[in-house]
Nanobody, 126 residues
């Protein structure tokens, strides 16, 4: 099992930027796909972005395409979510997640991810 700790959240005005970080520990970080999810107030947790174990392939939720970028640095080991052009609707708690299987196809399904961080709050004011 891997332990995940997110950081980098905060309060920004619309149009601003933030970079979230997720540090993994407890087992090898490499060879595992990683993802970011978010939960807005009163809503279900939703997929945001994912990156495969090689760092080559990524997937994004439609509303954040072109504004958010997921990346990874396995030597640290850390996964990042660079967020730009933030909107009020991006306000949510953001979670880092990892599946329990190495390699495998990149997936956006919540059920595929069983290791979760505690979340970091992002608040965007208009």
């Amino acid at each position: 099992q891997v332990q995940l700790v997110e950081s980098g959240g905060g309060s920004v005005q619309a149009g601003g930027s933030l970079r979230l970080s997720c540090v993994g520990s407890g087992r090898a970080f490499v060879n595992y796909n990683m993802a970011w999810f978010r939960r807005a107030p009163g809503k279900e947790r939703e997929f945001v972005a994912a990156i495969d174990y090689s760092g080559t392939n990524t997937a994004y939720e439609d509303s954040i395409k072109g504004r958010f970028t997921i990346s990874r640095e396995d030597r640290l080991p850390t996964v990042y979510l660079q967020m730009t052009a933030l909107k009020s609707e991006d306000t949510a708690v953001y979670y880092c997640a990892a599946p329990d299987y190495a390699y495998g196809p990149l997936t956006t399904a919540t059920v595929a991810y069983i290791n979760w961080g505690q979340g970091t709050q992002v608040t965007v004011s208009s």
